[in-house]
């Protein structure tokens, strides 16, 4: 495969092939999807921004001896990362009730958790990304038992980390979304992106339940100044150790 083929176009990124085949390009989309897909819009800057809170929360994180995908970043949309084959499940991590986890449960949006929440979907748009248990994940082979101690492991490890460091931007970290992947080698690593459209993030200065969101719910809910609050985000985390 010659380099800069493109490999894979997904909502938000494109994947390009390098001249080295354990390399991987990661181009970051200004384009916005919610609700599968049925939503679509452009969030301008959102390529540049996202891709700068990505490399500055993976950094963080492989700082903090968590292994990813992260090589660095090439231009202000683009980052280069380790070739993985991406687990086909969405590792949810939840420390206040928002969404999906209020709309199937009844669970009041903001109630504290009394500790973290870990779930598993499976990464499949025509299916919608239904919720596993954890006997479905096996029986589809989407995961060894010991790969998904593993993802549980790491999954916290993280969100400790972010939730952490998110306080130290006055921000909440209500709940996020991580993908994983498996290296040549066989390791176990973070792939994907961390970023305001695979976080919630609330504005601690701010009470109201809609001023206070600062990530894609303001697109998917139509709350406006979608840019500003992604801005304010990326303002945020640079400006934190
Ligand atoms: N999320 C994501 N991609 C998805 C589904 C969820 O990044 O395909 C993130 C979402 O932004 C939120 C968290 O995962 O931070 C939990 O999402 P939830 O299950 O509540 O679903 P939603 O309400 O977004 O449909």
Redesign the pocket.
């Known amino acids: 495969m010659s380099a800069h083929q493109k490999l894979y176009e997904g909502k938000a990124k494109i994947l390009y092939t390098t001249d080295d085949p354990e390399i991987l390009l990661t181009h970051f989309k200004d384009d916005a999807t ?2 599968n897909a049925q939503k679509r819009g452009q969030i301008e800057k959102k390529g540049e921004i996202n891709c700068a809170i990505a490399t500055h929360l993976f950094k963080l994180l492989e700082d903090s001896g968590i292994p990813t995908h992260f090589i660095d970043q090439v231009a202000p949309n683009q980052m280069r990362v380790k070739s993985v084959k991406i687990l086909a499940l ?1 590792v ?1 991590v ?1 420390n206040i009730a ?4 209020c ?1 199937q449960t009844g669970l009041p949006v903001g109630k504290v958790l009394p500790t973290p929440l870990v ?1 598993f ?1 499976f990464k499949n748009d025509s299916l919608g ?1 239904p919720l596993l248990t954890r006997d479905r994940l096996f029986l589809m082979e989407l995961a060894t038992p010991e790969q998904l101690n593993q993802l549980i492991d790491q999954a916290l490890q993280i969100n400790t980390i972010l939730t952490a460091f998110f306080n130290r931007c006055q921000i909440t970290l ?4 991580l993908e994983f992947g498996i290296t040549a080698t066989g390791q176990l690593i973070l792939a994907d992106e961390i970023s305001p ?4 993030l609330w504005n601690q200065a701010e009470t109201d339940p809609d001023r206070r969101v600062m ?3 303001r697109f ?1 809910r139509d709350l406006g100044n979608v840019e500003d609050a992604y801005q304010q985000v990326l303002e945020r985390v640079l400006a934190t150790l």
Not at 174 to 177: E, M, R, S
Not at 197 to 200: G, I, K, S, Y
Request: a negative charge.
């Open positions: 919610a609700f969405e949810v939840r928002a969404g999906s986890l709309q779930e979907y990304d209500v709940d996020f979304k459209d695979t976080c919630r990530d894609k719910d998917r």
